[in-house]
């Protein structure tokens, strides 16, 4: 049995630009009317005319002026301009209105342009046949049959009746016609916008007999009836055909409808055009183009653009940066919508220009920010590579005929885009959640449904997560569990190391004190313990605050007396409880920077004070003078040499320089990173934190030193006088 083929239709609104300006205005409805734009002149370019305008004879190729002379009752409605530009806004979002209707039907929704949209109803076609779906004249009250002349009524009962009796692809197309009925009816009901649409069964043959009948109506077109409407369609009028590769071949063949194309063998095809090209041919000359309708709801990209013909050529950098600035705010304007509507960021920047005489040209550069002067800088940068004048002359050579500006590669704001967070790569590979997959509404769905499947571990593994913890559930995903995880693992294996170092130690100690030392670990380790976890429950709680904080007014002198007066407190608490491990391990390596500890002296004095002093003063922008005179002498010291440091590493040729900024110098809209407090772009903000993330893990593990900028793995004490050279007897033993 044959496959069946697929059901496809385009869906056309009538007269788009019109019916939105309608709904508007309901007194031009119905009256001879047209949309207009740009120049005044002549009574400005006609864009949309209504078919009560057309009855009359005007067409889009028509000025307004002409337009009167033609219709003196039509009414004329301008678009709205900005920046000396069409501002088609109103246009678009009534053209996702549609979309919203369609993809609530559950079929497949490929959007073709402002107001058409491809629609796969293949598998509502064979849902509603399992159902038992009947055929009905009266279920298609605005749909022809395409191929055939007479009377619409009686063509279509007599080929209702035929398709019931033989069944197959063209029964598929009647169920089709009948859906697309009712989706023409809801668009109606929830837009006010009339439409017309072509059924078939692909792409190209469903826009073809879209416009055989309209407005407000819709033709299907079985495969039987293809001949009759190849036999004198010209070849240029197809979908693919209407530019360069129509002219190429009708000229190279000799042919001027798709009839005589059909008449030519798939050999001869080949022989003189490529070979894809040639197979493309031939199947869509059998009513088949092999292309799929595709999702796709969010474009890949947003630009604008307008044309400079004659006197208005940009011929002066004047010109160029004047035109080039309206089209980034509109711009700007637009990312920023979509910014905020789906919640994505664009990464590429692409610059398109008309050279008068040379053609079109484009560049491609990087986006950072949605600031519109930073935006502005990097697109005029792009463009003054193509301006041949001399740096010195203010005109512009070539002049531009046209000037256009886009924004794509969009990334997802939520996860980061293609970026990955540092903390993905030491996340336990028991706790990757299962996938949570959202599907468009179809088949046996309901309109406008979403269907989320989760793993039922998820709940286990939250929950399992969360206890204990009742009042602050962490995700697993967040940072809090990653520093949860860590802390576990840091516990067990140091517990264990310390049981094991401690027996070879005491090997060969009598058995009292072995259970001595025995008692001794158990009491030190739940202290331990204690202390590993308070310290990553407060780096996770550190690193999971609010970064968007724009209303940031505190003061810095207040803040480092506060965080002066905090990380010594914590530091105090954490020296006092592993105090009695610290002398156990004398040989442990001691945080850099840390200022170490009297002995002799009493907990509360001063010399027993330890403070990191990289966590103090992490960078240079957080520190401020007054921080010196809150510290104590020892401290105070310490500081200074943290400062001098941190200098040193901003000289020109320092590497860290490099890895510690995380705004690449943009000014404009910035978020405040939580752990620096530095003003960052939101666009390097993944980037910035997997920095201190890094930072942190590297400087509290002590997992890894550096010297003279080379890794140093750490040797365990029976290896550090341990040849690394092999005895000779083993390249001498038999085999």
């Known amino acids: 049995m044959c496959e069946s083929l697929p059901v496809i239709s385009l869906l056309d609104m009538d007269c788009f630009y019109v019916q939105v300006e309608a709904r508007d205005n309901p007194s031009i409805a119905g009256v001879p009317a047209a949309v207009v734009q740009y120049k005044t002149w002549k009574g400005g370019g006609i864009i949309a005319v209504n078919y009560e305008a057309r009855a009359k004879g005007v067409t889009r190729q028509m000025r307004g ?337 046209n000037l256009s500006i886009s924004a794509g590669k969009f990334e997802d704001m939520a996860g980061g885009g293609n970026t990955k967070s540092i903390t993905s790569f030491f996340s336990p590979a028991s706790s990757s959640s299962p996938a949570t997959t959202c599907r468009r509404p179809g088949p046996g769905m309901d309109a406008g449904r979403l269907v989320q499947e989760r793993g039922n571990s998820t709940a286990t593994h939250e929950q399992g997560t969360t206890q204990g913890n009742e009042d602050s559930p962490v995700s697993r995903t967040s940072i809090k569990s990653f520093f949860k995880h860590k802390a576990h693992d840091f516990i067990e294996n140091k517990t264990n190391e310390d049981i094991l170092e401690r027996k070879d130690d005491q090997r060969g100690a009598s058995s009292a004190t072995q259970e001595q030392s025995t008692t001794q670990i158990n009491q030190d380790s739940p202290v331990s313990n204690t202390s590993i976890k308070s310290f990553f429950k407060s780096k996770a709680q550190t690193y999971t605050e609010p970064i968007l904080d724009k209303d940031h007014d505190l003061k810095l002198e207040n803040e480092d007396r506060e965080n002066v007066k905090k990380v010594i407190s914590a530091q105090n608490d954490i020296n006092k409880i592993t105090a009695a491990e610290d002398s156990t391990h004398p040989d442990l390596p001691q945080p850099s920077g840390a200022v170490p500890k009297d002995n002799a002296a009493d907990d509360n004095t001063e010399e027993n004070i330890c403070v990191d002093i990289a966590e103090l003063i992490p960078s240079l922008a957080s520190f401020s003078p007054s921080l010196l005179s809150l510290l104590p002498p020892k401290l105070r010291q310490a500081a200074k040499d943290r400062v001098r440091e941190l200098k040193e590493r901003e000289k020109p040729g320092s590497l860290s320089r490099y890895l510690s900024k995380g705004d690449g110098g943009i000014v404009g809209e910035m978020v405040q990173c939580s752990a620096c407090r530095r003003m960052v772009s939101p666009f390097s903000l993944p980037e910035h934190m997997d920095y201190h993330y890094a930072q942190a893990l590297a400087r509290e593990t002590g997992g890894v030193e550096r010297e003279g900028g080379k890794r140093k793995r750490e040797e365990k004490e029976g290896e550090k006088n341990k040849k690394r050279t092999s005895d000779i007897s083993k390249f001498f033993r038999k085999k």
């Open 65 to 401: 002026d002409e337009a009167r002379e033609k219709c003196p009752d039509i009414v004329l409605v301008r678009v709205p301009e900005v920046r000396d530009k069409a501002d088609l806004t109103k246009y678009r979002k009534a053209g996702r209105e549609v979309i919203e209707v369609l993809l609530d039907t559950g079929a497949v929704v490929e959007r073709a342009s402002i107001d058409e949209a491809y629609l796969d109803l293949s598998m509502l076609v064979d849902r509603r046949l399992r159902e038992g779906e009947v055929v009905k004249p009266e279920k298609m009250a605005n749909t022809h049959v395409g191929g055939d002349e007479g009377d619409r009524s009686q063509v279509v009962n007599d080929w209702c009746k035929e398709v019931v009796e033989e069944g197959g692809d063209d029964l598929r197309l009647a169920v089709g016609a009948q859906i697309m009925e009712e989706v023409r009816a809801e668009v109606f009901r929830r837009t006010e916008f009339r439409c017309s649409a072509g059924i078939s069964h692909c792409k190209t043959l469903a826009k073809l007999c879209c416009g055989l009948n309209k407005p407000n109506k819709q033709t299907v077109l079985p495969q039987d009836k293809v001949a009759s409407l190849y036999k004198d369609l010209p070849i240029t009028k197809v979908r693919g055909l209407g530019g360069k590769l129509g002219h190429t071949v009708v000229s190279t063949l000799g042919v001027e409808t798709m009839g005589q194309l059909a008449e030519i063998p798939l050999s001869t095809l080949t022989s003189k055009l490529e070979q894809k090209t040639a197979t493309w041919l031939h199947m869509l000359c059998k009513g088949r183009d092999m292309e799929q309708v595709k999702e796709r709801e969010l474009p890949k990209s947003i630009g604008c653009g307008k044309n400079f013909q004659g006197k208005e050529m940009l011929n002066t950098k004047e010109k160029v940066s004047l035109r080039l600035m309206n089209l980034v705010e509109e711009l700007v304007e637009r990312v920023e919508e979509d910014k905020e509507e789906y919640s994505r960021v664009a990464r590429g920047l692409t610059v398109g220009v008309g050279l008068d005489g040379e053609g079109h040209v484009s560049r491609a550069g990087q986006l950072h920010s949605y600031s519109v002067p930073i935006i502005f800088k990097e697109a005029f940068s792009l463009l003054s590579r193509l301006n041949t004048s001399p740096s010195t002359s203010q005109e512009w050579t070539p002049p531009l005929t």
